[in-house]
């Protein structure tokens, strides 16, 4: 995720662009940069670090001019540095992008073949060569980018600036977001509706296929057909507060409604849309690497933990490799039996969590290899290891990790296939249907993110409640466990999860008519197993809510059900997980507590 930023206009733009991009900064924060027309050339500032070392640079010696883009970097290709900040050049070209280039590697190839350059390791830096080599052959910019947008494969926000024209942007979308903002006699573009407010409450949201070319003037929208867009602006009456959450009251509400787009940010460039297959350059691990291992070991602390088990449970399954997931802040600790022919996957959403770190480092002591699954680029975990697999959530700012924690279930499923193809424990039709199945997935989340006003009435039955349970079997387990884990954090509510089996060992004692018991009941292989656990907390008077995708199941034992579509078993806690992380929102809103920065918590834990 990044910020892009654009203004043609009559005031100086490079404060405006700054303010903007300060706005943005929540979509990345690694390295940022400007391009500025200053009616005879493009000048280009870039820096790494957050916006304020841009702001410095441009401070120090700054550029002047009433047409520029800019860009607020959250690294997906390339490490952070000032070499891949944007603007990326080429030419006369520069440009600004949001989102991934899939198919990046073969237009490098033959972009390098006709003796390009490049100076970044990012996927945007092709963008800047093809449209350039366009205008250079004649084209005018907006026809140059329509050219560029047809080679183009996956996400992208676009704007393009060049310097045969002071006065004119370029923009375009596709999967990632760009909204257009209307002013007397300006235009702007950015990535968010905040970037904008200061100079304008009437936007035009572009869609996907769709560019756009901006002046003083006005907009002219196209279909990347050709087809002429008329769509009049919409008031924006939002604070500048609600527009910073995209209206959402909570970052944590508007990150769980970031689901369906960060999985499909954390597939895109690894599965394939067209034919559902797996793209194993993308994965971090190498056929060798897979050929040597013998044992797989997750290392991570709480809700990244939770996503441990998932794939441990999955990689047991479809890899048929032994699998362990272990707690990083135990693994030190008791002189672990570790090294060549182990697999260490080190799982953190900040890449820097001390414990996950320490452990990990202590296992490639001891020969084990490093497979980090980090969603921040160039953190401490992801340079230790030997290969990364980055989920592609977008920064998350809410303590309670979810958007994190669901882009976590994917790469590790996306890994268990993988090992599984690699180790051949799973057959190419099997992994061909689980793969057709794993792209429908965020549409799924989609439908179950519309029961949001129910999972709310839900959450005030049990409002005042002081515990809970949460109970899940096989997969649903983790689920239950990081179900419990967000009540707590974010409402205060002492919640428990626990494998539904072990209900009878010992938790049954606490069920009684004032106790909520939230139980898994997707159908699945432990199904029938679940439906006994749940007979016996029925059987105390238990005040069950069950998470059901056949609303018969339940029928006579539940109080009220959290309905999920249908899926295939090893994407169930995907969808599962959602009412849960809804249903913790609600009950933490209602009583009144700060949701976004629980009492006594820290988003990254950099201490043992
Ligand atoms: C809970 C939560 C924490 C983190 C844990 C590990 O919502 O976010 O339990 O999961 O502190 O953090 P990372 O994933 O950054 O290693």
Request: glycine content about 8%; some cysteine.
């Amino acid at each position: 995720m990044c910020g892009i930023i654009g203004y043609v206009g009559n005031e100086e733009c490079a404060p405006i662009l700054l303010e903007g991009l300060r706005r943005l900064e929540y979509r990345g924060y690694d390295s940022a940069g400007v391009a500025v027309h200053d009616g005879t050339q493009l000048n280009v500032r870039r820096a790494a670090g957050k916006l304020t070392a841009l702001g410095d640079s441009l401070a120090r010696s700054p550029v002047h001019g009433t047409t520029g883009i800019g860009h607020t970097r959250w690294a997906t290709h390339g490490k952070p540095a000032e070499r891949n900040a944007h603007p990326h050049v080429s030419g006369d070209i520069a440009v600004v992008h949001n989102g991934i280039i899939e198919n990046h590697v073969e237009l490098k190839h033959a972009l390098r073949a006709k003796g390009r350059e490049f100076l970044s390791d990012t996927d945007t830096e092709i963008v800047a060569h093809l449209v350039d080599i366009e205008t250079t052959a004649g084209a005018t910019l907006f026809e140059a980018v329509r050219a560029t947008l047809k080679q183009l494969r996956g996400a992208y926000a676009i704007a393009v600036i060049s310097k045969r024209d002071a006065h004119t942007l370029v923009l375009a979308k596709n999967a990632s977001p760009l909204v257009l903002g209307v002013g007397d006699g300006v235009m702007l573009a950015a990535s968010d509706v905040p970037a904008l407010l200061a100079h304008s409450r009437d936007v035009i949201f572009l869609e996907d296929g769709e560019l756009a070319e901006i002046t003083r003037e006005g907009a002219r929208i196209e279909t990347l057909a050709g087809a002429k867009v008329e769509r009049a602006p919409v008031r924006i009456t939002w604070s500048l507060m609600q527009a910073e959450r995209g209206g959402y009251k909570h970052f944590m509400l508007k990150e769980i409604h970031e689901q369906p787009r960060a999985i499909e940010d954390t597939l895109r460039g690894r599965v394939s849309w067209e034919d559902a297959s797996l793209e194993p350059a993308e994965m971090g691990i190498s056929a060798a690497d897979v050929a040597g291992i013998r044992r797989v070991v997750f290392l991570a602390c709480g809700t990244s933990f939770h996503a441990a088990l998932h794939g441990r449970y999955l990689l047991e399954g479809l890899a048929r490799v032994p699998a362990v997931a272990e707690l990083a802040s135990e693994f030190r600790y008791r002189d672990p039996v570790i090294g060549a022919g182990d697999l260490v996957v080190a799982v953190s959403q900040s890449g820097e969590t001390a414990d996950t770190l320490a452990a990990a480092k202590e296992a490639k002591e001891r020969g084990a290899r490093i497979l980090a699954v980090v969603n921040v680029q160039g953190s401490a975990i992801a340079r230790m290891a030997h290969g990364t697999l980055y989920t592609h959530a977008g920064p998350e700012i809410g303590v309670a990790s979810t958007k994190c924690f669901t882009a976590q279930l994917a790469a590790l499923t996306m890994l268990a296939i993988h090992l599984g193809r690699c180790r051949d424990t799973l057959s190419a039709d099997r992994a061909g249907a689980l793969l057709r199945e794993f792209v429908q997935i965020p549409n799924k989340m989609r439908t179950v993110l519309e029961t949001a006003k129910h999972v709310e009435t839900v959450a005030r039955s049990i409002l005042h409640t002081r515990d809970a349970l949460f109970l899940g079997r096989g997969l649903s387990s983790a689920v239950a466990l990081e179900g419990a884990l967000k009540l707590k954090e974010i409402s205060y509510v002492h919640a428990e999860g626990y494998a539904g089996g072990e209900m009878k060992h010992g938790p049954l004692a606490l069920v009684d008519r004032d106790m909520p018991v939230v139980c898994l009941l997707p159908t699945d292989s432990t199904l029938e197993k679940m439906l006994s656990n749940v007979q016996e907390v029925r059987a105390r008077d238990g005040n069950v809510i069950a998470v059901v995708d056949d609303e018969t199941v339940a029928k006579d034992l539940a109080t009220h059900t959290l309905r999920i579509p249908p899926t295939l078993e090893p994407f169930t806690p995907l969808l599962s997980i959602v009412p849960l992380q809804l249903l913790s929102y609600y009950v933490a809103d209602l009583r009144g507590t700060d949701v976004d920065q629980p009492r006594n918590l820290a988003k990254t834990v950099t201490v043992e």
